[in-house]
């Protein structure tokens, strides 16, 4: 299925409404100690800011991991976004699978804390480049 640009235009801004109110969310539940929530909330504000990008610029993905794949493909390996960032997304990713689905492995503070600058780095990169398009 084709959005057409007027639709794909309209998704795009209200997924970097919900990856700014996510980030949010994480910054929230920092005060709180919810150190796994702080893990999960990061991760989809990057999560709504990549699709986002990928959205506008007609590209799909079905799963998590393809949204990985996709922004790697279409984007880190073509230097349009760094390694570095790259990487952070999947990192974020991997913390979120823990958190959500390990209960062996606990999160904590310095688990997700310094995260928090990147991943509104990461969103900050995801708008600037939506915005340029």
Request: net charge neutral; with cysteine; proline share 2%.
């Amino acid at each position: 299925m084709t959005l057409e640009q007027k639709d794909r235009d309209v998704l795009v801004t209200l997924r970097l409404r919900r990856a700014k109110e996510t980030i949010n969310e994480a910054r929230d539940n920092m005060l709180l100690g919810h150190w796994r929530v702080v893990a999960n909330r990061l991760y989809y504000a990057c999560y709504y800011a990549a699709t986002a990008l990928l959205i506008k610029n007609n590209l799909t993905a079905h799963t998590h991991v393809g949204v990985i794949n996709q922004l790697g493909f279409h984007f880190v390996t073509k230097g349009i976004i760094s390694m570095e960032q790259g990487k952070l997304y999947r990192n974020l990713f991997e913390k979120r699978q823990v958190s959500d689905y390990d209960d062996w492995i606990s999160i904590d503070e310095q688990d997700v804390k310094p995260l928090l600058e990147p991943a509104e780095e990461f969103i900050a990169e995801m708008e600037k480049l939506i915005n340029k398009q």
